[in-house]
């Protein structure tokens, strides 16, 4: 937790506040990103904090390999069960994992989860008995992987109230060639797709306090912090769809274990369960897998990842837009900003404001985003606000972007009209604006 306060609040490495030059400036936190191989960082760095970046970003992109490949001890023990043998392969350079283009086996980027219902809702949030918390399609010799993720498509066409046609993909998912047996029927079938990673060590910083909402406040009052129960102390989650995973730390270790199978200090066992034998029976790359320099590393080479900039649009920056985003509502959830509080040298506490626009609570959306369990039945699902920094540089280096938790909305607008549930009056009120209005919302939500 980040509540040091009392601590002398001052700038080292940052931009003053409130400068003349800030004005002019992006918001806090946001860079322009020169290449894409080379993603800059939030504040200055020392010396030994770059040295500490570079490794972490190497790891991020190091391929594992199998326990006991020759010269490789540093990078070996993936697997035996796993999605893929490197971070990059789903987060591309700290980017939006690719989504689906169509039918078929899903990507890399889009895994499956596997979750127990709770009977408790106090508990730790339980896994698949037989098939762990991730499902893991790929394996090593002499293991049978889990099976194939796939996913069907149905066109659904609408008309805006203007008359403008639209279509939305619905999905299916179907987990076929099942290594071990069928799924239980309660467990909860859940298809994400791997998000930008940049900008998480600022919305980590976020306290806490602005996440629940001060008593009394009627600020914050839609939606849910992501409490969760671990060991039966209750914390709060903010990073995944869902809000379930409580820091960067937190995820980069589930991230090791159930989407490579490599063991770190954090977690020290894999995604391998009791039914899984012939996984269990592998050897190891020790013990952990994963160094605690490097772990440490990668961990760090996240905190710092600046957000991309949006590149440079012709014409005048659209005030208007902005209201409109608020006047429909958008921004109740999609908070335009949140105050952090960074350490910077010597423990000094240092305050700012970013524009992540995300409440990093949780949504009920409505049942056409819900999740499915595996008796294809709708199980009430809540999702954290999606921060919507970062769109523009989005918008403009992907060529077929996805949005949403699977990757099911092509463009904005399709992410926009899946919104019901709590969004149900902000995505009517998007609806029935007229053509050019909301033409000039998406323009504008491209340049965030
Ligand atoms: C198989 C694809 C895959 C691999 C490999 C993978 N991730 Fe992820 N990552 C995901 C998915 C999917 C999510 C969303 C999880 C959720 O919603 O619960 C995610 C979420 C995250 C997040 C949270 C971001 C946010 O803002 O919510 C972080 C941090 C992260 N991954 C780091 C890593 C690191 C570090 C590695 C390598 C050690 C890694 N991931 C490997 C797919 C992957
Ligand atoms: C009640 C809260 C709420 C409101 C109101 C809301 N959103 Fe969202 N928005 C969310 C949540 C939660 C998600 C993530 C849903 C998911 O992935 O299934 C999301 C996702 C999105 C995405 C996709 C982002 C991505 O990275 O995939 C866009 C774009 C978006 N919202 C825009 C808007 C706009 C524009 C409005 C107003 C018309 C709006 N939202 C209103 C909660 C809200």
Redesign the pocket.
Known sequence: MRGILGVAVMAVGLPAAGSATHAAQAPFGIERFVHHRDPPFFRALTLEERARAELGHE??NTQWVPAGTPHAERRDGVGPLF??S??D???NEGAH?RGPDGAGVAP????V?LEEPAADPRADTRCDPVYGCVFNPLALRGVRPEGEVVVHYREVTGRYPDGSPFSLRVPSYRLVDLGYGPLARATII?P??????FG?GL?EAVPAAAIVGESGSSGAAVGAPAWHWRHGVRVLGR????G??LS?RD??AR??AR??GLTSGAIPADDCTAAELACREQPNGGSPEVSDSLFEA?VDF?SWLAVPAAPPLPGEPAADERALFAQLGCAGCHRPSLPVELRGEHGTLIRRTIEPYTDLRLHDLGPALADENALGLKVPSRW?TA?LWGLGYRLGRESSPTFL?DGRARSLAEAILWHGGEARGARRGFEELDAARRAALLRWLATL
């Open positions: 790891v991020l999605n893929a490197s971070c392969e789903c987060h994992g890399f980027a889009l895994e989860q859940k994400r797709i791997a998000p930008a990673l998480a919305l990073f995944g769809w869902q379930s995973a960067i995820q980069t991230a090791f989407e490579m990668v996240q954290r921060p938790h």
